[in-house]
């Protein structure tokens, strides 16, 4: 069975992008340009997020989303990557529990080798 990963950012080139690569790999993509998608983490069921910090439309930030979702599920394993441009983006996502974070522009061999790295076995 593919590994599901649920990427949420709204740069819909990225989105683009990081599903051709992931379906590439192997993964069972699920994209969302907006946090709504984080509503249904649970159903969802990701082995692992990449989530963008700024999401342009969306009533929460990336990290927040991150901060809910590992309050509400504090004994599920939602491994959280944080991948952002922001200048801080080491401090924010210790700040929200976020598992790891890339910073943009990324590498992409080294956003795929993070993922795997995170994906629980």
Same mark, same amino acid.
């Given at each position: 069975m593919a590994k599901r990963i649920l990427?949420? #950012?709204d740069d819909? #080139?990225?989105?683009?992008?990081? #599903?051709?690569?992931f379906k590439d790999e192997g993964y069972e993509v699920i994209i969302s340009n907006t946090g709504h998608a984080a509503e249904y983490v649970h159903q969802i069921n990701p082995d692992v997020m990449l989530l963008d910090v700024r999401l342009a439309g969306s009533e929460k930030t990336g990290d927040e989303?991150?901060?809910e979702i590992k309050?509400?599920?504090p004994?599920?394993?939602f491994p959280i990557i944080l991948v952002s441009a922001e200048a801080n983006i080491s401090s924010i996502a210790n700040c929200c529990g976020a598992d790891a974070f890339v910073s943009k522009p990324f590498d992409i061999f080294k956003l795929i080798k993070k993922?795997?790295?995170?994906?629980?076995t």
């Amino acid at each position: 069975m593919a590994k599901r990963i649920l990427i949420i #950012d709204d740069d819909e #080139d990225i989105l683009e992008i990081l #599903d051709i690569i992931f379906k590439d790999e192997g993964y069972e993509v699920i994209i969302s340009n907006t946090g709504h998608a984080a509503e249904y983490v649970h159903q969802i069921n990701p082995d692992v997020m990449l989530l963008d910090v700024r999401l342009a439309g969306s009533e929460k930030t990336g990290d927040e989303i991150c901060r809910e979702i590992k309050n509400a599920y504090p004994s599920e394993l939602f491994p959280i990557i944080l991948v952002s441009a922001e200048a801080n983006i080491s401090s924010i996502a210790n700040c929200c529990g976020a598992d790891a974070f890339v910073s943009k522009p990324f590498d992409i061999f080294k956003l795929i080798k993070k993922v795997e790295e995170l994906i629980p076995t």
